[in-house]
């Protein structure tokens, strides 16, 4: 990718040790505004594995931002299929709203749906 004035630009497999240590170096200790993620699995047609590997990276996702955002700021994930009542529990415990949305430009075949939690939580309830 082209570099781009006032971004740094990170190419790695997010599940990875390495990956997430060169992240967190970049951010040298500072807490982000938002943690935003589009992660979604290459998909191998098995709906079972496809599921859970996207669940991983969405879980992931939400340990970055517990680490990482600061209080009152915002999360905003990407969720594949049906199946994440749990995962949207944790969020509204650590968020104060929540919201579930398939936006316009999201195929309508498509099971994608996008979490938006908005002001974490100084603690988890
Ligand atoms: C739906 S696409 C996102 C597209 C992106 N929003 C864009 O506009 O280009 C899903 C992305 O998740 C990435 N991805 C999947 N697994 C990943 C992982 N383990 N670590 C980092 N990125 C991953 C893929 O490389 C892919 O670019």
């Known amino acids: 990718m082209p570099p781009l004035a006032g971004v740094e630009f990170l190419h790695g ?3 990875e040790e390495a990956v997430l240590s060169q992240l967190e170096a970049l951010l040298a ?3 982000v505004d938002l943690v935003l993620s589009d992660m979604a699995p290459n ?3 098995v709906d079972v594995v496809d599921k859970a590997r996207a669940m991983h990276l969405a879980e992931l ?3 970055f931002a517990d ?3 600061r209080p009152g700021g ?3 994930i990407k969720l594949l299929g049906v199946g994440f ?3 949207v529990r944790d969020l509204r415990r650590r968020y104060e709203k929540v919201a579930i949305r398939k936006p316009a430009a999201s195929r309508k075949r498509s ?3 996008y979490a938006l939690a908005q002001g974490k939580r100084a603690t988890i309830q």
Do not use: C, K, T
Request: zero cysteines.
């Open 111 to 113: 099971p994608e749906v």
């Open 61 to 63: 996702a939400m340990e």
């Open 85 to 87: 009542d749990d995962y």
């Open 67 to 69: 680490s990482h955002l």
């Open 74 to 76: 915002a999360f905003l």
């Open 29 to 31: 200790g500072q807490r």
């Open 43 to 45: 998909m191998s047609g």
């Open 13 to 15: 497999d997010f599940r």
